[in-house]
Every structure is written in C-alpha cells, then in structure tokens.
C-alpha cells in the first residue's frame, strides 16, 4: 500500500476490467467495476447486515472447527496406535456433500443458523487437523531423548516438545481456514437460511443481477482477505524465525509394512459405519432421507436391482475420477510452482495471494457461470475448477513450509553467497515436504468436492450430476451410496499420497513417518 | 412440542440444546404462545411466490383459527420432504412430480392442496430464435438443470418427439447461459428466469409447457398420512388460512407483492421483478376450477391427468395420492 509504485497497476488492472465488462455486456458475464460500486452504494445497508450474518457463522464456525481439528490432532499424536484410523474418520467426515447433509442438519437444528455454523466448522477442521498433526511431529528426536533422560514422560514431550513446534503449522492451518470457513457459511445457506450473502448470491443469480453477484464476491473477497491478513500477523508472531537445528532422522527407521495399514483401515470402515448408523439412530432421522449403511448395502449388494445400481454409480465414479485427477495434480502442482515462484520474487506476494484468496473465498455457483463462459463445459472448464479449489490451500501450506527452512542451512547457503533458485532447490525444497504432503493429503477430498461441483453445475456428468438427480427424485439410497462410494474413492486415493509421503519422506523427514 | 413425531422430541431437545451450547442462535424455541405451533416448509427463498401464505399470516387469519405458524424458507440444498417426513414440519410445499418420486420411494405422503393448478414450466427462449411449441425444440440446444430431465422427457414424449432432437446442456438455474448464446433455449419456471430477463430489458418468448400436454400439479400441499390422522385439526387449519391468504392475493396482487418486499427486507428483494412474478403466477393458480370451487381444489378430472403425466414421468402413482378431505373440512 504505499506510494503510486503499487497503486498504478492496480488503477491499470480496474481499467481493463471495465472496458473488458462493457465489451461483454451483451453476455452477461463480468460486471463492471463502476457497476459494482453502485450497487454496492445503493444496497450499502443490506449488504452490511447480510455479512454480519454470514461473518458471525463464518466465525463461530472457524472456532469450533479450528478446535475440533486441533483435539484431533492431539488424540491422534497421544495415541500413534489410532493415527491412521482417526486420520481415515476424518477423511470421510470432509467427503461428505452437502446434497445429503444439508437436509440432515437441517432437520436435526429446525430453522436457525445451526446448519450455516455446522459447515464452516466442516469445511475447516481437516485443513488444521493436518498440518497440526504435521506440526505435533515436527521436532528432533533429540530432544524427546532430551525429556526422557529427565524422567519426563509423553505429557511433558507434549507440552514442551511437540505444541511448540506445532505452533507454525497451525498457524498456517488458521490462515487457510480463514477464506473456507467464510465459504463453509455461505453455501450453509443454501439449506434453508432467511438471510446472508450467500442466500443473496442465490437471489442475484437467478435474478441475472450481474452487479449484485459480483458485489457479493468483491465482499466475501475482501473480509477473507482482511482475515487472512490478521491470521497471517498470528502466524508470524507464532513463528518469528526458522527453527534452528535440522530433525535429525531416528536410527533404524522403520521398513514399511501393508499388514498394519490394511488392519488399520478396515478397523477404521467398521468404526466409521457403526459412527454412521449410530448417530442416525440416536437422533433418529427417518431413513427415508437419512439411509444407514445397511441400507446402502442393501441397495449394492442384495437388492433384485443391485446390479443396475452399482453399474450406474461405478460409470459415474469413472467419470469424476477421470476428471478429478488431473485437476488435483494441476492443482498441487499450480500451488507448489507458486510457492516456489514467490520464494524467488516475494515481491509478487501482493499481488498473488489477494486473487488466491479471493478464488478460494467466493462460492463456486458465483465463479463457475466465469469460468465456464471463459473455458467451455468440456475438461478444460471442470480441471480449472478443481484446480481453483486446491492449489490455494497447497500454496499456503508450501509457503509456511519453506518458512520452516532451518535457519543453520539458509546460512550455510548465504555464507556461499548461493543464488536464490540454488537455495530453493537444495535448502527450501527438501524443508516444503513434509508440508507439500499435508497439502496434497487435504486437496484429496477438496478436488473431490470441486469436481462434483462442476458436474452439477456444468457438465452434467459423473457422481456430481447422480448426486444432484438423486436427491431431486428422494433417491437416497442412491445419494448416500454415491456418497459413501465418494468416501471410499477419496480413501483409496488418500493412501496412494500416504504410500508417497512415506517412501519420501523415510528419506527426507523422518521424524514424520509415524513410528 | 407435537405430540406426535417419528423423531423422538426428548433427543431433538437434547441436540437443540448441545447446538446452541455450541454458540448457535434457534428461532422458534422460544414461543411460549397458546396457540399451536405449526411449520409450513416452502419450496424456495422468500419471495411473491408464496405471497398468498405472508398475506394469511399478516392478516392473522391463523392465529385466528388458534395456529401459530412459521413459515421455513427453501433452498438447493433444503429439499422439502425430509422436514416434513421427520415431523419437524407439519407440511410443505411440493409438487407432484417431487412428492410422486419420494412415494415411490417410501414417503408416507398426501397432497391435501394444489396451489398451482398450471404447471409453471416454461420453454424460454429468444424472439430471433423462438421455442413456440415442442415441435420447435428439434435441433435446439436446451439450458436447464439435470435436475429437471424428467421434465423434459415427458413434455417430448406427449408430444411425440425424440429425444435425441433436442441436445441437453446441463446449466445452473440461470438465465445467463441463454444471453450468452451458449443455449437456444432454456427450461425454467416461467414465474421466475422470463421475469428476470425482462426487468432487466431482455424480451423473450416463453412456452409454457402446461399448454402441451403436461399436466402436473405444482406448488402442492403435502402431509404425511399419520399428520393426516394426528394433527387433523391442525392441517384444516392451515388450509384454511392458505385459502384466504391466497384468495386476498387474487384480489390484489401488488399489495402481495408489497407485503412481501416488507416482510423480507433481508432477503435482497427487487420490487420490479416481485410485482411481474406476483402478477405472472395468477393465471397458473386461479382457474374456472377454482372460480367455482376455490383456491386449491383438485377433481377426479385433474388428478387423472395427473397420474397419466406421471406415468410418462416414470413415477407411477395412485390417484389415492390426492387427499381432499383437509380442504372439505376447511371449506365445510
């Protein structure tokens, strides 16, 4: 913000967004500025109150979520024996869509905000859970040797060991939770809600009110970056500088072994379908919208039509996951590049992470009509989608992880006065992983989400579209199946990064690779 | 508290409790009034559409009859019948094709009310390019919800054509798509997306599908059969505040309207586009039907047609689907 230096490309970049508008009006696509500010002056009033609401349940949400991604971490690093199945639990809890929750929530809270509340709070635990549990493992062996020669036990390595070197990754989860949460609010509303900028973005769509769907997403745009900027100062004032010394890798790490992983996780299946048929139970939600496990099974397994059933759901899973996987990899690889680009030219970072906040901030149902305008309804329109949604959270992750460099490798390099790409490439790189991993574990169920969002909304095809066709004929059998089989789709995928993260990182992080 | 509800009232106290614990705000908890409480779940955000239900309420004409109601907005993600299956909704605003498929899968319903007895599915489409019966659709490219292929199919199967004529691009509810060329043609309500195209200047022809052989009834009063049985008295009470709310809208459109903008100064209402919708939905929910019968009424005659559309909808039903006891006993 200071001098013309930063405020002439600004004034440039508005100019070219108002001529691009008025060459465009005829489309209906992109508002002008000059048009969004008058709204914006003329519905001042019903704005403000509208983001009060939605600000409130982004916050309560953030709260709630944030905590509960950091007990989880907790309990998961306490107890090394139900990592993995916490970790999987954890998973398919994000996966969920809210085609078959919002009806959920909704009958369980009545009318209220509950629902608004309950998915902000989802959308952000999991981004903490991860670096968190990253974070919580991110300290020399020696110094657990340390508290153990003192007769110290695992609380005492918990309190002076492991939440101070978590404190950076959380952080970084806090700061990546800011524009989700937001969102998390927002589409909330979409269940049911009397006001808030996302029933707004709603009423503006339909009502072909361009100024006001862009109003909108210029708000949501800037409060999530105020908030990611506030969260940013915590993230600093958390972690002034890199640790000084490198994790030491512990003797004899571990060979890796299918047998405990594959325990693991048929114990986690079970732990998850008892968690699934137990709360439905014990809130007892109807099973004509609230289907149990038994009743998926029912309708895949032993239903006269089962094979029919599982033909449709597998042909549609082929079709997201033909989609999906090239976007993640598009994703990771968008915001593992800029990380390294703004490493290289921090400069930049002005000018990037507003426009990485605001694309991770504003609902999808806004920037899709955009993006499909811009790229067409084919695979270039659904891969930018799902890269949009994730490559924000890996480059935040990336970043903080190439703020882990240990200081007394940056000074090696700066004491042979190496060239920033050399000290990216042998210093910063090697320090991003562990990071790079959590962040490639998080964009899992994300590219998942986002894909299913473009078929609804764009391509009419894959799980996306059965889901949406599904809950529009009360076919939940088929909602909740195509839901569970999402579930089991992102844990298969989630493994292969796990299976990745620790071949590397047995190499290159010990210290994470659970023992 | 109902007494009756499939969801036990003791476990949906104890989660209220445990949410608002968890620091969120609960409408409706708090109402302490003699009268009893009683949710309608609407199909959709505030707005003129159910202006007949905010004209009952302002007008007291439940709390007349010893009803407190609340009206529940809608939303994408907010499908009507699971409120209304769990008991937290007394009844809810469907239409019969929904309320056909969620029998077929298992849901205890009766329509006991038709507010719309037009379908308001619409074909939109531009002047230079026009949609002005089913036979038009071949070669075009149509806009619509995937949602709402059913629709579609059975509009072209009445009416005798493939559907391999017509090229379906799967859009959002948004009338973009057609402005930007991307589509000939969209399927939309014709109460909504047309209006919003002309109060933003855009002229355009719409189709109404109704007027082709699709007869489904729309905006529909839907209950379960143990409410049917349980809160009996209730539900004659809500219809009758619904026939009056509606029968005043009839009467005055623009004061609907109006009332609507007042009532819901949160929900980003455009007076212009409220005033047309108020205006465009008459014709659908008023009939020589209802002229003679009053708001609401359904014959053996309609219900038939009903069920025939239905079949080709692939949602069979029986025309026992329809319950017109509620509005005998409210007009009676």
């Known amino acids: 913000m200071r001098g013309p230096g930063r405020a002439l490309p600004l004034l440039g970049l508005i100019l070219l967004w108002e001529v691009l508008a008025r060459a465009t009006a005829q489309s209906f696509v992109i508002a002008a500025p000059t048009a969004i500010a008058a709204h914006l002056a003329t519905h001042a009033e019903l704005l403000l109150r509208a983001l009060g609401t939605t600000a409130w349940n982004a916050a309560q949400g953030y709260l709630w979520g944030n905590l509960a991604g950091i007990a989880l971490a907790l309990a998961a690093v306490s107890a090394p024996r139900a990592e993995r199945i916490l970790s999987i639990l954890a998973l398919f809890v994000f996966c969920l869509p809210l085609v078959a929750t919002g009806p959920v929530l909704r009958v369980l809270s009545g009318p209220g905000n509950a629902p608004q509340v309950a998915l902000a709070a989802l959308a952000v635990y999991y981004t903490t859970f991860l670096p968190v549990l990253v974070g919580l493992r991110a300290a020399p062996q020696s110094w657990f040797e340390l508290v153990r020669s003192h007769g110290r036990g695992p609380l005492a390595a918990l309190w002076l060991v492991r939440l101070p070197a978590a404190l950076p990754y959380l952080a970084a989860g806090l700061q990546i939770a800011v524009p989700a949460a937001f969102l998390g609010a927002m589409v909330g509303e979409f269940t049911g809600a009397e006001r808030g900028l996302g029933m707004l973005t709603l009423r503006a769509l339909r009502g072909l009110d361009l100024p006001a769907t862009w109003a909108i997403a210029v708000i949501a745009a800037l409060v999530s970056g105020l908030a990611f900027h506030l969260a940013g100062r915590l993230a600093r004032w958390l972690d002034p500088a890199p640790p000084a010394l490198l994790p030491a890798a512990p003797a004899g790490a571990r060979p890796l072994r299918l047998a405990g992983p594959l325990a693991d996780t048929v114990l986690a299946l079970a732990a998850g379908g008892l968690l699934w048929a137990g709360l439905m139970e014990l809130f007892a939600l109807p099973d004509f919208f609230a289907k149990r496990p038994g009743d998926v099974w029912a309708f895949l397994v032993t239903d006269a039509q089962a094979g029919a059933h599982r033909a449709r759901l597998a042909a549609a899973l082929g079709q997201t996951l033909a989609m999906a996987g090239p976007g993640y990899l598009a994703g990771l690889a968008l915001g593992a590049g800029l990380a390294a680009g703004l490493t290289l030219r921090p400069g930049l970072a002005g000018l990037a992470m507003p426009l990485a906040v605001a694309l991770r901030a504003v609902p999808i149902i806004a920037t899709a009509p955009v993006l499909i305008w811009a790229l067409g309804r084919g695979a270039a329109g659904t891969v930018t989608v799902v890269a949009v949604m994730i490559f924000f959270p890996t480059l935040v992750a990336c970043l903080s992880g190439i703020a882990r460099t240990p200081r007394a490798v940056l000074d090696l390099f700066d004491s042979h006065a190496a060239p920033g790409l050399q000290r990216l490439l042998w210093a910063q790189l090697p320090a991003i992983l562990p990071a790079f991993f959590a962040a490639a574990r998080m964009a899992v169920p994300a590219a998942i989400l986002a894909v299913t969002t473009a078929e609804w909304l764009a391509t009419g095809r894959g799980i996306g579209a059965l889901m949406a066709v599904s809950a529009a004929t009360s076919d939940y059998a088929m909602l909740w199946s195509a839901t569970a089989a999402t579930g089991l789709a992102a844990l298969a995928a989630h493994g292969a990064v796990a299976w990745a993260e620790r071949a590397v990182l047995s190499r290159h992080a010990a210290e994470q690779v659970a023992r | ?332």
Not at chain 2, 231 to 249: H, K, N, P, Q, T
Not at chain 2, 283 to 292: G, I, N, Q, R, V
């Open chain 2, 1 to 332: 508290m109902p007494l009756f509800s499939p969801m036990r009232p003791d476990r949906r106290r104890l989660l209220q409790g445990g949410l608002a614990l968890a620091g969120a705000s609960l409408a409706g908890t708090t109402a302490a009034r003699a009268a009893t409480p009683a949710r309608l779940q609407l199909s959709w955000l505030h707005s003129v559409q159910f202006g007949g239900s905010y004209l009952a309420l302002d007008r007291g004409y439940w709390s007349g009859e010893g009803l407190d109601v609340s009206l529940l907005p809608g939303g994408p993600n907010a499908p009507v019948e699971p409120p209304v299956v769990a008991g937290t909704a007394l009844a809810g605003i469907s239409a019969a094709d929904y309320t056909a498929a969620a029998v077929n899968q298992g849901a205890p319903f009766r329509i006991i009310g038709v507010a719309m007895q037009k379908n308001p599915f619409a074909i939109a489409s531009l002047p230079g390019n026009p949609v002005r019966s089913p036979a038009d659709l071949a070669g075009k490219k149509l806009g619509m919800a995937l949602a709402n292929m059913p629709v579609l199919e059975a509009l072209l199967t009445v009416n005798g054509i493939t559907t391999a004529d017509v090229e379906v691009v799967p859009t959002q509810y948004d009338a973009a798509p057609l402005l930007q060329g991307q589509v000939d043609c969209l399927l939309c309500w014709a109460t909504d997306l047309p209006v919003a195209m002309e109060v933003q200047g855009v002229e355009c022809v719409t189709m109404l599908l109704a007027d082709f052989g699709y007869s489904v009834h729309s905006q529909t009063y839907i209950a379960t059969e143990e409410s049917l049985a349980t809160r009996r008295s209730e539900l004659v009470a809500l219809m009758r505040g619904e026939i009056r709310g509606w029968e005043d809208y009839r009467a005055d459109p623009a004061a609907a309207a109006a009332l609507t903008l007042r009532m819901f100064p949160d929900a980003g209402l455009d007076p212009q586009v409220q005033a047309l919708q108020a205006e465009r939905q008459v014709p659908l929910m008023f009939s020589e039907l209802t002229e003679a019968e009053g708001f609401g009424w359904f014959t053996e005659e309609t219900v038939a047609a009903n069920v025939e559309t239905l079949a080709l909808l692939g949602k069979p039903v029986d025309p026992g689907l329809w319950d017109r006891s509620i509005l005998e006993e409210a007009r009676g």
